[in-house]
Nanobody, 126 residues
Framework: QVQLVESGGGLVQAGGSLRLSCKPS????????MGWFRQAPGKEREFVAA????????????SYAHSVSGRFTISRDHPANTVYLQMDNLNPEDTAVYYC???????????????WGQGTQVTVSS
């Protein structure tokens, strides 16, 4: 069973930046969409960003939650088969466990994804 491995979480002050990475545990794993979600204590898991690409790795769509639009950027390194979430101008409300997920058509709905990572903690201090 393939696993998605997130990295890059940590503690940062408000206004700072972090970059999260997500890479499948198997090099042969192939998908055409990946997304990022987050879950704060006592809250439901919520959509952050998603990206879809075609068979040769060209991006065909990206989408963001309103709360992160303009601050977060999702991107992908096709040869490395790695998806990134660049998070800038972080604020304490961004504190959560961040999860990456993979599915054929990535969007804002949790049920669009077949594979999930274990999560990485992001903590933003004020």
């Amino acid at each position: 069973q393939v696993q998605l491995v997130e990295s890059g979480g940590g503690l940062v002050q408000a206004g700072g930046s972090l970059r999260l990475s997500c890479k499948p545990s198997q090099r042969t794993f192939s998908t055409t969409g990946m997304g990022w979600f987050r879950q704060a204590p006592g809250k439901e898991r919520e959509f952050v960003a998603a990206m879809n690409w075609n068979a040769i790795g060209w991006s065909v769509s990206t989408s963001y939650a309103h709360s992160v639009s303009g601050r977060f950027t999702i991107s992908r390194d096709h040869p490395a088969n790695t998806v990134y979430l660049q998070m800038d101008n972080l604020n304490p409300e961004d504190t959560a466990v961040y999860y990456c997920a993979a599915g054929r058509l990535a969007g804002a709905a949790i049920d669009q994804y077949d594979y999930w990572g274990q999560g990485t903690q992001v903590t933003v201090s004020s």
